[in-house]
């Protein structure tokens, strides 16, 4: 019988089921055609060429722009039981004609391979006597001219179907747009390709936008729920990661920055810790990420609002990539988008240009804005439609409402008018809630009749409200002029009573936290990581076991094996095997030291006597059994019936475990219970009660279904 797709999923990667199209696509590779394929970041694009390299004859060519993740990308082969190996200038000479050597004695499945080496020297005429039967091409967006990355070296990729006809072509990328699909395709010569888009969304990571007011404190306290997690900050200038890096390193966090600025070896190694969790988080500049593929980042920051949706989406795309839950937050608030509307007047563009560039924070601004799902804003933008709310962002879960605010605007407005357009925020918010400092009192606003009219409502409130009048062009705000508000033609019909405005209702930071997390508790999603005592036992493990390997934690097992591996603690190969994301390889390699972990784990923490869930009873009946006690002797020191100890060891028996059962039951016995059990036709797992009573009850159940195993184990 030849081996399947499914197979091969199962016994290299571990995993049960195909993600949506990966199958299609596999089997669409495997009828030698060619196809383009277009997932985003951390949909599942590696396994649609890796299991055709497989499954097929000869050498799978992975060309790839990305130097720094070859290593890694074939660690994780590696770890899996694949043969591969990358070539790239990063190799001494010996090393790479080692690489040479193996492929062309076909002891690989995959060669990673970066364009210019493809075509550097003779590498070409190589290929020709390496029987390559696929050629997969990542980030093939890089070919495009259209792209947002495009690299002159891959434009050599054009001759590669002339060269090879017969060798069919897998495409990917998760850059969307059409203009770069079509390119890629002509560019590479595979216009009959089959073109498989997946959708974008990526349901895992949860979506929110938090008032951009004290952010520091409010990163604080999403650290605190957040320990030990991988994530990234990303802030606007070189200058705000310095800060904030620094504010919450003195907090006690473990954190660097990194930006363009710094010195190319620097920003290695702050990457490399990054990548083996030695540093927990980054603050970056978008300069930070590209070419990041670590799987277990967990939550991404942005400290000031990105310049549009594309670049957000790509960077929160950071976070999550194993598909395990993972939290994104985007501060906001009107300063934000006039630093931005600033940057791109003051910049060197056309006007043309800079209209687009306006266009594109427009949309992020909206997204920011928005009082209906995010996620639906985030699809429609990717032109994808979106029948339902998501459930997993902010406006889900606290749904917006609007009342009418005219009175609101009118007391603000007001004061504006007031002090002859001449404060900023905070001197306002003095003044409408009637604060008696120095300089209201200095200014003599004290005696202004908008004194103190806005008192029933907080500060953060005003703020709030202020921001989204200024949002929606209620008044301008001049910022040559110290931030200082103005009014418009907008303000004067407001202030006339001529128009209505509508505001969305504040809700408190802390009351939204509160009733989201109610929610989240209520609605805990399955893969949930759930960071217990064991979960970080087994992390540490794994830090150490990656460590001595030189790879990344993540390259060893993700956070989702690692989570599920806690909860369900396996201690038998097969349960081990069960496990999301454990093919043959990993378990050869890791399997034992982990189950080995997991029972000390589980020896410390169970007291004689007491049942545990989740199989610990029956480790710790199996220690005494190892330890050479008789069935009596265990069941005294562990306070338990003797039949509740044979059950344990007939249980431990059956998940794969060495135990004798014979040498539990003597012969006589052994052949009474049989004897009889064959004579009414009962087997092991039926009500075991007629037996017993034909047996006059001389024998207990734990006897009775001891005989019953070991019979139809040797059938
Ligand atoms: P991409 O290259 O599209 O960014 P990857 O190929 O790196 O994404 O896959 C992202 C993660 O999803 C990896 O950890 C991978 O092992 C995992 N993965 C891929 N296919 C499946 C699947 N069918 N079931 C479970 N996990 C999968
Ligand atoms: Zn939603």
Redesign the pocket.
């Given at each position: 019988m030849s081996i399947t797709k499914e197979d091969v999923?199962k016994r290299y990667?571990g995993?049960?089921?195909?993600?949506p199209l990966?199958a299609e696509i596999i089997d669409t590779v495997l009828q030698n055609q060619d196809c383009l394929v277009l997932?985003?970041?951390?949909?599942?694009?590696?396994?649609?060429f890796q299991i055709p390299a497989i499954l097929k004859n000869g050498l799978t060519v992975v060309i790839s722009p990305l130097i720094a993740l070859m290593k890694d990308q074939v660690e994780?082969l590696k770890g899996n039981g694949i043969n591969a190996a990358f070539l790239n200038s990063s190799l001494s000479s010996s090393e790479q004609d080692q690489v040479m050597w193996q492929a062309k004695i076909g002891e690989l499945k995959l060669l990673y391979i970066a364009p210019e080496r493809l075509f550097a020297g003779n590498t070409f005429e190589y290929l020709r006597e390496w029987n390559v039967s696929l050629f997969a091409i990542?980030e093939s967006h890089c070919i495009s001219s259209w792209g947002h990355d495009f690299r002159p070296e891959y434009r050599q990729l054009s001759s590669l179907k002339q060269r090879f006809p017969n060798v069919p072509v897998i495409a990917?990328t998760?850059t969307a747009d059409r203009v770069t699909r079509r390119d890629i395709l002509k560019q590479l010569g595979i216009e009959q390709a089959e073109t498989f888009v997946s959708s974008f969304d990526r349901p895992n990571l949860n979506l929110n936008v938090l008032p951009g007011r004290k952010r520091i404190q409010q990163i604080q306290s999403f650290l605190k729920k957040h320990i030990g997690q991988a994530g990234i900050i990303y802030c606007l200038s070189r200058k705000g990661t310095e800060t904030v890096a620094k504010s919450l390193e003195n907090a006690g966090f473990s954190v660097a920055f990194y930006h363009a600025g710094l010195p190319s070896d620097e920003r290695s190694l702050v990457q490399e810790q990054f990548l083996k969790d030695d540093i927990q988080i980054i603050v970056a500049t978008i300069a930070f990420g590209m070419g990041i593929?670590k799987?277990n980042v967990r939550w991404v920051i942005h400290y000031n609002l990105p310049s549009n949706v594309e670049s957000f989406y790509q960077e929160i795309g950071r976070a999550g990539?194993?598909?395990s839950p993972s939290d994104t937050v985007l501060f906001y608030s009107y300063m934000d988008i006039i630093t931005r509307q600033d940057m791109i007047n003051n910049s060197e563009q056309s006007e043309e240009q800079k209209e687009l560039l306006h266009a594109k924070l427009n949309r992020m601004k909206q997204y920011a804005e928005a009082d209906i799902c995010r996620r639906r804003i985030l699809l429609s933008y990717f032109n994808e439609a979106v029948e339902q709310d998501c459930g997993n962002c902010d406006v889900c879960r606290n749904p917006r409402t609007r009342f009418d605010a005219t009175v609101i605007a009118q007391k603000a407005l007001s004061g504006i008018a007031r002090t002859n357009q001449k404060i900023a925020m905070s001197m306002l918010i003095d003044i409408l809630r009637g604060s008696r400092n120095r300089a209201i009192m200095q200014h003599g606003y004290d005696r202004l009749p908008t004194f103190g009219v806005g008192h029933d409502l907080r500060g953060e409130e005003w703020a709030e409200y202020i921001g989204q009048l200024l949002n929606s062009g209620a008044m301008d705000i001049a910022y040559d002029e110290a931030h200082t508000f103005k009014l418009n033609a907008f303000s004067r019909q407001i202030l006339k009573g001529e128009r209505k405005v509508e505001l969305v209702k504040f809700i408190p930071i802390a009351e939204r936290k509160a009733k989201e997390e109610e929610l989240s508790f209520r609605e805990k999603p399955k893969q949930e990581i759930i960071r217990d005592e064991l979960f970080e036992r087994l992390r540490s493990l794994r830090k150490q076991m990656a460590d001595a390997l030189n790879v990344p934690p993540?390259v060893v097992f993700?956070d989702?094996t690692l989570s599920e591996m806690a909860q369900k603690r396996p201690i038998t190969e097969a349960q081990m095997k069960a496990v999301?994301?454990i093919g043959a390889e990993k378990y050869r390699r890791y399997g034992q030291a982990f189950i080995n972990e997991i029972v000390m784990f589980a020896k410390e923490n169970t007291q004689p006597g007491t049942r545990v869930v989740n199989g610990l009873t029956y480790l710790e009946t199996f220690e005494l059994y190892k330890a050479g006690y008789s069935v009596k002797v265990i069941a005294e020191k562990r306070n338990l019936q003797s039949v509740t100890i044979l059950s344990h060891l007939i249980k431990l028996k059956e998940d794969g475990h060495p135990i004798d059962l014979k040498a539990l039951i003597d012969d006589k016995s052994y052949q009474t219970i049989t004897r009889a059990a064959q004579e009414i036709s009962i087997r092991k797992n039926d009500t075991l009660k007629p037996l017993f009573e034909l047996l006059n009850e001389v024998y207990d159940y734990g006897q009775i279904k001891l005989a019953l195993t070991i019979m139809e184990e040797e059938l």
């Open positions: 999923l990667f995993y049960d089921n195909f993600r990966q997932m985003p970041t951390g949909g599942g694009k590696s396994v649609c994780t990542d990917l998760a593929d799987s990539r194993d598909g993540y993700s989702a999301s994301g």
